[in-house]
């Protein structure tokens, strides 16, 4: 069974600000890592997903996540953020390359301060 | 292409009422979920169909809750005799046939059980 970590359920940053939030992983097998931003009142939207190769992975809107198997940690990151950026923003694992049965985090509500 | 769409968007009932959700997935997509995200908290499975079968519904309470998808299109979660604690958005999710796409959310139908 996977599980996913979201550690801080709340970040604040200024606009223009770097954010990182974070998210550790457990699961003995083959994984494959996703984000998903959701606005208030709406679905969830894919930003990005790792399962191989470049443990670097770049996503829509200036987001990127690397993986780190080491560390179990599959981190999101942007450079400098904007207000429509602020959201939540759910890390989620699901095991053996596929997208079939994920497992989402808690969630890390992200503001972005004018 | 048109994506998930969900119906009613909002739900008020009194306890012990029933509910009826709808969902209409991406055209072609075999895979239907259902998700139950309760205020603040990541989305957890409820079920899941591949086509008209059902192919996990151990999350789904049993006694209260029911899922069908007859025609391997869409699908109704249907609750009987709502209780406070299913307060929650329900979401669906479509998955087209590459296991290794994107789960595409729908906005959701917020319910509140008073």
């Known amino acids: 069974t996977q599980t996913v970590s979201q550690s801080d359920a709340h970040v604040t940053v200024f606009e223009g600000d770097s954010v990182e939030l974070r998210c550790n992983y457990s699961?003995?097998?083959?994984?494959?890592l996703s984000w998903y931003i959701q606005h208030h009142g709406h679905g969830l939207q894919f930003l990005l997903k790792?399962?191989?190769?470049?443990?670097v992975v770049q996503g829509v809107n200036g987001f990127e996540a690397e993986f780190s198997k080491s560390d179990s940690s599959f981190h999101l990151r942007k450079a400098s953020v904007h207000w429509s950026d602020s959201a939540v923003y759910f890390c989620?694992?699901?095991?053996?390359?596929?997208?079939?049965?994920?497992?989402f985090g808690a969630g890390t509500k992200l503001t972005i301060k004018p | 292409e048109a994506g998930v769409t969900q119906s009613p968007r909002y739900a008020v009932l009194q306890e012990g009422q029933a509910v009826s959700f709808w969902c209409d997935p991406i055209?072609?997509?075999?895979?239907l979920y259902w998700y139950q995200q309760p205020r603040d908290q990541g989305p957890q499975l409820l079920v899941y169909?591949?086509?008209?079968?059902?192919?996990?519904n151990s999350q789904l309470p049993s006694d209260r809750f029911s899922a069908v998808r007859p025609k391997g299109t869409n699908s109704t979660l249907k609750i009987q005799s709502a209780k406070q604690g299913d307060t929650a958005t329900y979401l669906c999710?479509?998955?087209?046939?590459?296991?290794?796409?994107?789960?595409?959310f729908g906005p959701g139908t917020r319910l509140l059980v008073l």
């Open positions: 989620a694992v699901s095991a053996n390359y596929g997208n079939e049965k994920i497992t």
């Open positions: 699961y003995g097998g083959s994984i494959y």
């Open positions: 790792y399962y191989s190769g470049n443990p």
């Open positions: 055209s072609g997509h075999d895979t």
């Open positions: 169909f591949r086509d008209e079968a059902v192919i996990d």
């Open positions: 999710a479509s998955l087209g046939r590459d296991i290794q796409d994107t789960q595409y």
